[in-house]
């Protein structure tokens, strides 16, 4: 148990895991104190008084004025300090980020955004303010040393690890970075929760982004970005007019469903080119991709400049796959699976581990056919 009183500024969302990780930093002899982050995103919510125990809801974002009242309640139950900090103009740029991305014919990661940009860059700003030596999170992650550097790595659950979302973030923050979680199974979490009485010990994850609840993607860019929603032909691989599209904002990569094209076998979204506003389809072939384009790269453990060899994802779900990668100047890399990959979408990242090690990971710029070879863009 630590017994230098050490303060740590804990985000608490609401949610079983933050309230978890308060609760273990609490025990371990830390000054905790609960910060939760309004971001202007209030979908309706469930009455109740404030200081009664929360009410569940079937359907779980973040961030909304009910987590608010759970983690609000869970810091009473701990006897933290507790306060609630207005980032909504912030986040706001976060949903421009959203839409104009879907504009761009990209598909965006909002939640790795927000761990850059808002939790780990406006909490660490008032963990100064209130002389705070660290922060922590409910993250399923792990911080570890090699070298005497600390570094980021995967959490022992491997069904919860969320590593591949924080790859964005500032290197020097783990310095000051506590992930109480990372060497727990969830199934362990929620018995401490229920151990401890924590009432969100039974609350359902997170599975929605928070400012689209009711998944409709769309409506959100529409909003934000009607610009974006201009007809157009939907096109084969070999340059036919199979149909029209209402907007290239309302398609992904990968998408079979909503093309409104029948044909003998399934066919798949492959290409959204905005140059001439046309949505491409092939049959489930051509969803892979040998190679990808990458830009914006960071790294964690020491800048790379020869090629290296990293196990790969390409989406928070994809099972991480063996690549090779070729650093390019300007902050590119192209990275060469060994095996062909499926869906590969210009505007997730991509994240490069070196066993449970997060090397570093960058913003997929475009996927490419297998017959590319690496080295016909060293000069680029």
């Known amino acids: 148990m630590s017994d230098c009183r050490e303060k740590v500024v804990v985000a608490m969302s609401g949610g079983v895991d933050s309230s978890v990780a308060a609760c273990l930093l609490q025990e371990q002899g830390y000054d905790v104190m609960g910060l939760f982050m309004r971001v202007g995103v209030d979908p309706p919510e469930p009455t109740g008084d404030a200081d009664s125990a929360p009410k569940r809801?079937?359907?779980?974002?973040?961030?909304?004025?009910?987590?608010?009242?759970?983690a609000k309640f869970v810091a009473g139950l701990l006897g933290v300090p507790f306060y609630a900090l207005n980032?909504?103009?912030?986040?706001?740029?976060?949903?421009?980020?959203?839409?104009?991305?879907?504009?761009?014919?990209?598909?965006?990661?909002?939640?790795v955004v927000c761990n850059d940009r808002l939790k780990f860059g406006k909490i660490c700003d008032y963990a100064d303010a209130v002389g705070a030596k660290y922060i922590?999170?409910?993250?399923?992650?792990?911080?570890?040393?090699?070298?005497?550097?600390?570094?980021?790595?995967?959490?022992?659950?491997?069904?919860?690890?969320?590593?591949?979302?924080?790859?964005g973030i500032d290197p020097k923050v783990l310095d000051r970075l506590l992930f109480p979680l990372g060497d727990l199974l969830k199934s362990e979490v929620r018995a401490i929760a229920d151990a401890n009485a924590l009432p969100n010990h039974d609350k359902p994850d997170s599975v929605e982004i928070c400012f689209?609840?009711?998944?409709?993607?769309?409506?959100?860019?529409?909003?934000?970005?009607?610009?974006?929603?201009?007809?157009?032909?939907?096109?084969?691989?070999?340059?036919?007019?199979?149909?029209?599209?209402?907007?290239?904002?309302?398609?992904?990569?990968?998408?079979?469903?909503?093309?409104?094209?029948?044909?003998?076998?399934?066919?798949?979204?492959?290409q959204l080119n905005i140059v001439d506003n046309t949505v491409g389809v092939a049959e489930v072939d051509g969803l892979?991709?040998?190679?990808l384009l990458a830009d914006k790269v960071s790294f964690f453990v020491n800048e790379r400049r020869s090629p290296f060899r990293a196990l790969v994802k390409i989406r928070y779900l994809h099972k991480a796959t063996p690549a090779m990668i070729h650093p390019l100047k300007a902050g590119r890399v192209r990275v060469e699976f060994d095996e062909p990959?499926?869906?590969?979408?210009?505007?997730?990242?991509?994240?490069?581990?070196?066993?449970?090690?997060?090397?570093?990971?960058?913003?997929?710029?475009?996927?490419?056919?297998?017959?590319?070879?690496?080295?016909?863009?060293?000069?680029?």
């Open 87 to 111: 980032f909504q103009e912030d986040f706001d740029r976060i949903i421009d980020y959203f839409a104009d991305e879907y504009a761009r014919g990209r598909t965006p990661n909002p939640c």
């Open 57 to 70: 809801r079937e359907k779980q974002g973040c961030c909304s004025a009910s987590d608010a009242h759970d």
């Open 212 to 270: 689209v609840p009711d998944n409709d993607y769309a409506r959100v860019v529409r909003e934000r970005r009607p610009d974006a929603f201009v007809p157009g032909d939907v096109v084969s691989a070999d340059g036919r007019v199979l149909g029209q599209h209402d907007g290239i904002a309302n398609y992904t990569i990968g998408q079979r469903r909503g093309l409104g094209i029948s044909g003998p076998k399934p066919i798949y979204v492959t």
């Open 136 to 167: 922590a999170t409910g993250h399923y992650a792990r911080v570890g040393s090699e070298n005497g550097k600390n570094i980021l790595m995967r959490a022992r659950d491997s069904s919860k690890d969320q590593s591949y979302v924080l790859f």
């Open 341 to 380: 990959q499926r869906a590969v979408t210009p505007g997730q990242a991509v994240v490069f581990y070196d066993g449970d090690v997060v090397v570093g990971g960058g913003w997929i710029e475009k996927a490419e056919p297998a017959s590319i070879e690496a080295n016909s863009a060293t000069s680029s």
């Open 288 to 291: 892979f991709s040998g190679s």
